[in-house]
């Protein structure tokens, strides 16, 4: 590839234009010819966040890196141009509903193929194109609402005197069974309790994540991010669409110390941030009724909005409906 600074902006759109069919489109359209570009330090930077996430949008690449927008921003453009980037398709109703939001970005074969050269673990002849172009709307937008989450740990990390170790780079601290396995994230347990045969479940948290102080202690999480996409409770007991019976996976779990055994985790506690005070006050009735109201440190829960005004540490409601911050002991 070529190599010089790409100094186009990423375009902006009117209303009028927001109307029309081809916008959207062509902002998800590479250039015929795009101009010469140099991948540089900072690019490759740019390709492992975005890798770490499987999407982020533009505003959230320049959260994470904390430098100047224009110049990221001709970056993403470039490294887009030029294949080692994608756009992926499934945006292009947010595009055409906003007024000029932000673009997502997934991680593009070439993209993918320089990684895999640096030596990050990343599969180089998997078709990420397709591979992106099969991403819906509704996992796109979780996928980046996930990201946001642990940016605002990053950023609260940074703020105070502490270390984000962010999910998987908790690999190689987990039992040696455990990474060798397909899905090392998953619990597993199985309940049996008024049921004639026992129902297997597993929970997989959407991040899980360490914070690291300098006093060596270690508070772990496992990340939930609800978009009130799922029934809190469902009136049958082997119903698994329900939250209620991902609150009960993670509970037997924690019973049965899944979480030491597979994580190696000593303790960890489970944060869900939801959009409403409502449904956190829905989630307590299901986890007081699934627990009998033990363990009410175990589930933590916040808003968007909450985080966003107090900061990602403080402000969570546990079981007994107090607020409280993540760093304090357990």
Known sequence: MGITENDNREPEYTDD???????PIKRLSRPEAPRGFRVTERDIEILKLVARFRFLNSAQVVKFLGTNSGRILRRLQGLYAHGLLDRPVSQHLQLAALYNPPLTYGLGRLGAKLLAELGTRIDPALDWTWKNSQSTAPFLAHTLDVAEAVCAFEHACRAGDARLIDHH??????????????????LRVSLRSGLKTPLALAVIPDRL???ALTDQTRHNFALELDRSTMPITTKRKTD??????????????WREKKHTDTWGFQ?????????????IENMLAAQRSITGGSAPGLFLYSTPERIAHHGAFDSWTNGKGEIISLLKKV
Do not use: C, W
């Not at 209620?244 to 509970?251: M, S």
């Open 17 to 23: 234009m927001l109307t029309m069919h081809h916008a």
């Open 169 to 186: 780079e908790l690999l190689p601290l987990m039992p040696e069974k455990t990474r060798e396995l397909r899905d090392p994230f998953k």
């Open 209 to 211: 994540f360490s914070v």
């Open 240 to 253: 698994r669409s329900s939250y209620a019976q991902k609150i009960a996976g993670y509970f037997h779990s």
């Open 267 to 279: 303790n960890f506690r489970i944060l869900t941030i939801t959009p409403s005070e409502k449904r």
